[in-house]
Nanobody, 122 residues
Framework: QLQASGGGLVQAGGSLRLSCAAS????????MAWFRQSPGKEREFVAV????????DYTDSVKGRFTVSRDNVKNTVYLQMNSPKPEDTAVYYC?????????????????WGQGTQVTVSS
């Protein structure tokens, strides 16, 4: 089970950190990703981190502002959101890819968190 937390209301230009904790198992060999979904839109890829943490990938719109990281001892992955913009407003989901490849398609992920709402005010 994945439990996402840390969402809320933040002003544009501020910062927010999302967390996603796995319970009941270890995800140290799995790639972990963040996706987001706004009303009326498809779920979109935000960021992914390899199981070692050595490799990351971001969608272009968040590069330089968001940072994905993980702590395999705590079975937790994070998304640090700096300088968020109103267009970043969405429900954010963490996801686990047991293959370890860390791809951008949501169809490739095996487990999903319940989502946490992020609202960025202008």
């Amino acid at each position: 089970q994945l439990q996402a937390s840390g969402g809320g209301l933040v002003q544009a230009g501020g910062s927010l950190r999302l967390s996603c904790a796995a319970s009941g198992r270890t995800f140290s060999r799995d790639a972990m990703a963040w996706f987001r979904q706004s009303p009326g839109k498809e779920r979109e890829f935000v960021a992914v981190i390899s199981w070692t943490g050595a490799n990351t990938d971001y969608t272009d719109s968040v590069k330089g502002r968001f940072t994905v990281s993980r702590d395999n001892v705590k079975n937790t992955v994070y998304l640090q959101m700096n300088s968020p913009k109103p267009e970043d407003t969405a429900v954010y989901y963490c996801a686990e890819d047991r293959s370890g490849y860390g791809r951008r398609s949501p169809a490739m992920y095996d487990y999903w968190g319940q989502g946490t709402q992020v609202t960025v005010s202008s």
